[in-house]
């Protein structure tokens, strides 16, 4: 956002990926809960406050605010007019008002609790933008869940629980372009659920959630949902082992008016199509669409707020699938490099991923005859997913392991290697 010095509300404005005109709706939804009567705040009003014109809103807009980002406004960047309390004591908020609480999921989950949506209390009647804020803010909760944990059946629940809640919402008075939103978020939610079964390993469901979001999309008319869906299906294609349609549905996401308006989404479509081909067994055309990928990854500005869905991708996530269509056109070494720079690069945040790279990893190692560094590579995925259960996407490639360990190595390697791991990497 140019020209602002109120640079913490312009932080808080770009975690939750809203606009000036988005804030200003959802101040005003709140007004009119507190008082009956739609407020003023305008997009300009908005741009004021991030240009530190205005310090201090008005009492009722600084209320609002509170509420919107459950924060006191002196941490949103706004200073008194005089030396008092920073904000008037607000009232504790009726649990009907813009509330949208996580709660641990069933007992016998503690060690890795899904949240999921609480829904039982009443709802006012008028649904606003405040409500597609706090429903954000639950999808980037179960975004990070699974970048901690991988898929999981509990996050494929907690996923469709916040779908049905939008959708909930959907049906009660609101804007349409609240409605839109809503109808986006219930897509994301049905994504998230779809993409949790397959890193776990069970498509067939995945499968109908896909549609399922694919549709949700469509009503949206929200272009980000709609690449994410084909981007999921070029993945559940290619686990499925229909690489023809792995590769159709990557192009299908390349050709979305997402991946054309932004070269950060057209990198991720082509390193899918890549993806896709080099199983596919058409090695030039794979490292085509990897040069592709990479260039428009150098061309595209990284620092441009981005949607949840697509928030792993990066320098790091496009080093990890290079490195997977480097050793299935058979250059193991490459993909060695393209692993280790994948491994440096990661957020720390991102636990799953650094176990699948490094998965990765020792493939590529064996395939350059390194059985026994490959072992000890296979042997950190352990450790760093320790607590949890690999996911079946994982467990696949471990299985991939195996097979080319019992081929490539001694038989002595093979075995040790299998006896030592069977217990933690056969089930899940």
Same mark, same amino acid.
């Given at each position: 956002?140019?020209?602002?010095?109120?640079?913490?509300?312009?932080?808080?404005?770009?975690?939750? #990926?809203?606009?000036?005109?988005?804030?200003?709706?959802?101040?005003?939804?709140?007004?009119?809960?507190?008082?009956?009567? &739609?407020?003023?705040? !305008?997009?300009?009003?908005?741009?004021?406050?991030?240009?530190?014109?205005?310090?201090?809103?008005?009492?009722?807009? $600084?209320?609002?605010?509170?509420?919107?980002?459950?924060?006191?406004?002196?941490?949103?960047?706004?200073?008194?007019?005089? $030396? $008092?309390?920073?904000?008037?004591?607000?009232?504790? /908020?009726?649990? !009907?008002?813009?509330?949208?609480?996580?709660?641990?999921?069933?007992?016998?989950?503690?060690?890795?609790?899904?949240? &999921?949506?609480?829904?039982?209390?009443?709802?006012?009647?008028?649904?606003?933008?405040?409500?597609?804020?706090?429903?954000?803010?639950?999808?980037?909760?179960?975004?990070?869940?699974?970048?901690?944990?991988?898929?999981?059946?509990?996050?494929?629940?907690?996923?469709?629980?916040?779908?049905?809640?939008?959708?909930?919402?959907?049906?009660?008075?609101?804007?349409?372009?609240?409605?839109?939103?809503?109808?986006?978020?219930?897509?994301?939610?049905?994504?998230?659920?779809?993409?949790? &079964?397959?890193?776990?390993? =069970?498509?067939?469901?995945?499968?109908? =959630?896909?549609?399922?979001?694919?549709?949700?999309?469509?009503?949206?008319?929200?272009? /980000?949902?709609?690449? #994410?869906?084909?981007?999921?299906r070029a993945m559940l294609a290619r686990q499925c082992k229909k690489y023809g349609e792995a590769v159709a549905a990557a192009q299908a996401a390349q050709a979305t008016r997402a991946a054309r308006g932004s070269r950060f989404h057209a990198s991720l479509a082509h390193a899918r199509t890549a993806i896709g081909l080099a199983h596919a067994g058409d090695n030039r055309a794979a490292l085509r669409s990897l040069g592709r990928a990479e260039d428009a990854l150098t061309k595209a500005d990284?620092?441009?707020?981005?949607?949840?869905?697509?928030?792993?991708?990066?320098?790091?996530?496009? =080093?990890?699938?290079?490195?997977?269509?480097?050793?299935?056109?058979?250059?193991?070494?490459?993909?060695?490099?393209?692993?280790?720079?994948?491994?440096?690069?990661?957020?720390?945040?991102?636990?799953?991923?650094?176990?699948?790279?490094?998965?990765? &990893?020792?493939?590529?190692?064996? =395939?350059?005859?390194?059985? %026994?560094?490959?072992?000890?590579?296979?042997? /950190?995925?352990?450790?760093?997913?320790?607590?949890?259960?690999?996911?079946?996407?994982?467990?696949?490639?471990?299985?991939?392991?195996?097979?080319?360990?019992?081929?490539?190595?001694?038989?002595?390697?093979?075995? %040790?290697?299998?006896? $030592?791991?069977?217990?933690?990497?056969?089930?899940?």
């Amino acid at each position: 956002m140019a020209d602002t010095t109120n640079d913490a509300l312009a932080a808080w404005m770009s975690d939750h #990926q809203i606009s000036p005109g988005e804030l200003a709706d959802a101040v005003n939804d709140v007004i009119l809960d507190f008082t009956g009567k &739609l407020g003023s705040v !305008s997009e300009r009003t908005v741009f004021r406050w991030l240009s530190g014109e205005i310090r201090w809103p008005q009492e009722r807009q $600084r209320r609002a605010l509170e509420t919107v980002a459950e924060l006191p406004v002196t941490a949103l960047g706004f200073v008194p007019r005089r $030396r $008092r309390a920073a904000t008037p004591a607000t009232p504790p /908020e009726d649990p !009907s008002v813009h509330r949208r609480r996580f709660v641990g999921a069933a007992a016998g989950t503690a060690a890795g609790a899904v949240p &999921l949506l609480a829904t039982s209390a009443p709802r006012p009647s008028r649904v606003g933008t405040s409500d597609v804020i706090r429903l954000r803010d639950s999808v980037e909760l179960l975004v990070a869940l699974d970048a901690r944990r991988g898929g999981h059946t509990a996050l494929e629940r907690a996923s469709l629980a916040g779908a049905a809640d939008a959708l909930d919402l959907q049906q009660r008075p609101a804007t349409q372009r609240v409605k839109g939103r809503l109808f986006a978020l219930a897509s994301d939610f049905t994504a998230t659920a779809a993409w949790s &079964l397959i890193d776990a390993g =069970h498509p067939v469901r995945a499968e109908q =959630h896909l549609d399922r979001a694919l549709a949700l999309a469509g009503m949206a008319q929200d272009h /980000e949902m709609v690449m #994410q869906c084909w981007n999921l299906r070029a993945m559940l294609a290619r686990q499925c082992k229909k690489y023809g349609e792995a590769v159709a549905a990557a192009q299908a996401a390349q050709a979305t008016r997402a991946a054309r308006g932004s070269r950060f989404h057209a990198s991720l479509a082509h390193a899918r199509t890549a993806i896709g081909l080099a199983h596919a067994g058409d090695n030039r055309a794979a490292l085509r669409s990897l040069g592709r990928a990479e260039d428009a990854l150098t061309k595209a500005d990284l620092t441009e707020p981005r949607a949840t869905w697509i928030s792993f991708y990066g320098p790091a996530e496009l =080093h990890s699938l290079t490195a997977i269509v480097r050793d299935l056109v058979g250059d193991p070494a490459e993909a060695e490099a393209a692993s280790y720079r994948a491994l440096s690069s990661l957020p720390k945040s991102y636990r799953r991923n650094r176990a699948y790279t490094t998965a990765r &990893l020792a493939l590529a190692q064996l =395939h350059q005859g390194d059985a %026994e560094q490959a072992c000890t590579t296979s042997a /950190e995925i352990f450790t760093i997913m320790a607590g949890d259960a690999l996911p079946g996407r994982m467990r696949a490639v471990l299985g991939d392991f195996h097979r080319d360990l019992i081929t490539l190595a001694p038989p002595r390697v093979a075995h %040790e290697w299998a006896d $030592r791991y069977r217990t933690d990497w056969s089930t899940g």
